[in-house]
């Protein structure tokens, strides 16, 4: 679906036409996270008791926050067996260090190598088949390990999309935002500013920030792959110099009503209600035409979520 803010105009493409709505030296801004295998499957040492684990963020080596379930059931000091898929003992062993809220635990494992080769890419909870080939879940320019959810605007593209929209003068640009937390948390609070955004990590380069002010200097657009790469760029912006490089932990929360500094357009798939991710695409195009744009889609038959379809904007 193509959403134009100007004049409200939706049409009906397939996304490989996508090299017909970009211009010549206009800014394409990927996330170059790679999903990380952040599932692991265990038993409480003694008990036998089933655990699940998501690695959330590297506090240390060694040392990572987690969510954990069932959350209530381990307590400080558990130990935990880790597991290859629900079979034989890895050999890996993770203790509980500390209790934090909303089913977050801080754990430490005797093995920081071996959770790669024992873990999962974990999936969002709506999707109930498992991914024989994992790299379905990967970005085709994934490259910083790091995220526990793919940023799934980019799934959309292929080396051969690539070829064909640089062939044309448009122009790549790759920043870094691990997908953590809140991918997995629904907005339960009244007022959206009360949601606790939980804190990811994120990078845009010297070269990078360079680059894109030189692309609003001329003015040429900058359209972000994925409300990650939005997120990035809005933190890089923040202090209204421009856009900067940026190195560190973000928990931008935007919402209507934001003055966006850096952004120009959108390609975003269609999100879950009661989401900062819808409520990101409704402050960058307005809340009616957001509703008018997913009641249209709604209406045809489009496809919402990870794998589902996409939206420029």
Partial sequence: MVVSRGDGLIEHRRFFELVDFLHEGDVLV?????????RLLGRKAGTGGKVELLLLRQLASGLWETLV??????????????????????????????????GVRVVRFSDEAALEEIGQVPLPPYIHSPIKDSERYQTVYSRVK?????????????????RRLAEKGVQFAFVTLHVGLDTFLPVRAEDPREHPMHKEYCELGEEVAQELCRAKGEGRRIICV??????????????????????????ILILPGHSFRSVDGLITNFHLPRS???MLVSAFAGKEMIQQAYSEAKRLGYRFYSFGDAMLM
């Fill in 69 to 102: 379930r069932p959350g209530r059931r381990v307590a400080v000091g558990t130990g935990i067996e880790l597991s290859y898929d629900e079979g034989s003992f890895s050999g890996v062993y993770g203790k509980i260090v500390e209790r934090r809220e909303r």
């Fill in 146 to 162: 790091g995220s526990v959810a793919a940023p799934t605007a980019g799934l959309h593209f292929t080396p051969e999309l690539l």
């Fill in 226 to 251: 994925g409300t990650t790469a939005v997120r990035v760029l809005e933190q890089a912006a923040i202090k209204g110099n421009g856009i900067e490089a940026f190195r560190g932990w973000t928990n």
């Fill in 276 to 278: 900062t991710l819808l």
């Fill in 30 to 38: 990927f996330n170059d996270s790679r999903v990380i295998p952040a």
